[in-house]
């Protein structure tokens, strides 16, 4: 690997990243106790998916929590409220563990930090909680057991083998993020030819075999209505959102998926949304998309028989399935969440496992401009890193200001404040509302 000394190492990155890290836990469960009870909440919605009328997809944690809330007699809506605090705590430990002990210059802390990230679900509550997060905590185990140093290296076929059938009963979108997996299987096992990438593809099979149950055999009208009355006699819960699209977003309806998502939106309305995407997509992955432009894959392995030496290349190869996302869903946030998240993951356990050499001589010369500008260069992290993210819906705009609005939002819930604005009729906060909101 190329010597790191054209770049500063930030030296206090864990305690910066663990503040940052518990402010985040501290909103979202805030947040998710504030909004578990409120009837329309669509973190909720998909969480109220249960096998009540027979074995469906993104059933299982929505049974689970079914029959705990009878066994205790709680209310479901605190359950889940548990549930969601619980794993996505779990999660930002993960998060701190996972990037505390890299030596971080001011590239990698771009990366990390880019608001379409860690920040993003509690910047939109919307989103907050979400099943993908199982996706990521699925995808953490993946890179742990992959690891150079690790004793448990040896239970990495059978983490694949048993745990990835339950995720995709969780939330079978993991599907199309297969390959970010395979490719960590890959590198781990320094795997060469055709024929060994074809044997460590089969540890897939059983997780293939219950996506594609699902689509084969959806949940039938008759068993949806059941599953909607168990909710409303066990609970008083109504199935709604995320519950009751289940009935009719199935591999047999994609016609009318796609009718319903584009056949009355006007053209010029989808080039828009297609517009503002990709800018967030640029915007949002340029860091990383600047490290891995720059890194190329150290040993020869499966890949480099594909030609996809370069990183960059590797990981927009990796994207492939993904598009299906933003053909068939209207969730073009979460997509490109989900998208940065797998992406950041798998770059950073090839920074770590030192799968990969990284050219920060050429990176460095690229970024001359900005050597002697330390002041300029955080006021620039601030903006990218504060100043924006992507809202849930693709027809949503471009938020702006989570490094005010999170804890404002947060503080608003815990002491029951009214809105206000600070300074609402300054010539800043009109030029602001009229030119940045």
């Known amino acids: 690997m190329i010597a790191k000394s054209q770049f500063k190492n930030f030296n206090n990155f864990n305690k910066y990243f663990f503040i940052y890290l518990s402010v985040l836990a501290f909103c979202g469960v805030v947040h998710l106790y504030t909004k578990h009870d409120i009837g329309n909440d669509s973190t909720i919605s ?133 390959p970010f997996v395979v490719a960590c299987l890959v590198f781990h096992k320094k795997i060469k030819t055709f024929r060994s990438f074809f044997k460590t593809c089969l540890l897939f099979t059983p997780a293939l075999l219950v996506v594609l149950y699902f689509f084969i055999f959806p949940l039938s009208m008759e068993d949806h209505e059941i599953m909607k009355e168990s909710l409303m006699l066990n609970f008083n819960e109504r199935c709604y959102m995320s519950c009751e699209l289940l009935r009719i977003h199935d591999i047999h309806r994609m016609g009318f998926i796609l009718s319903s998502d584009y056949g009355s939106v006007p053209f010029n309305t989808t080039l828009v949304w297609i517009f503002r995407y990709l800018l967030i997509f640029l915007v949002g992955f340029f860091p ?43 969730d073009w946030g979460r997509w490109i969440g989900m998208m940065i998240s797998f992406t950041t993951y798998f770059y950073f356990f090839l920074f770590k496992n030192n799968h990969i050499d990284i050219d920060f001589k050429t990176m460095s010369e690229k970024l001359i401009f900005f050597k002697s500008r330390k002041t300029f260069v955080v006021i620039i992290f601030i903006i990218f890193a504060f100043g924006w993210n992507q809202k849930t819906q693709r027809s949503g705009d471009i938020a702006t200001n989570p490094l005010w609005k999170v804890p404002y939002n947060t503080s608003k819930k815990i002491f029951g404040w009214d809105s206000f604005r600070l300074f609402e009729n300054s010539a800043f906060s009109i030029w602001h509302q009229k030119y940045v909101e």
């Open 288 to 330: 990383i998309f600047f490290l891995s432009t720059y890194s190329k894959i150290k040993v020869d392995n499966f890949f480099s028989n594909l030609k996809l030496n370069n990183v960059f290349l590797l990981i927009l190869f990796l994207y492939l399935p993904v598009i299906i996302l933003f053909t068939f869903g209207t």
């Open 46 to 178: 998909e969480w109220l998916i249960n096998y009540q009328g027979g074995l469906t997809r993104r059933g299982f944690l929505g049974e689970i929590c079914f029959h705990i809330s009878r066994l205790f007699n709680i209310e479901l809506r605190f359950t889940i409220f548990l549930f969601q605090s619980t794993f996505f705590i779990f999660l930002l430990i993960l998060n701190f563990y996972f990037f505390k002990n890299i030596k971080h210059n001011i590239l990698t802390l771009f990366a990390v930090f880019t608001p379409i990230f860690i920040l993003y679900p509690v910047a939109e509550i919307e989103v907050l909680a979400r099943k993908e997060i199982f996706l990521y905590i699925y995808f953490l185990g993946i890179i742990h057991l992959c690891e150079t140093k690790n004793n448990y290296n040896k239970y990495l076929d059978k983490y694949v083998f048993f745990i990835t059938p339950v995720v995709c009963l969780i939330y079978e979108q993991v599907l199309l993020f297969f």
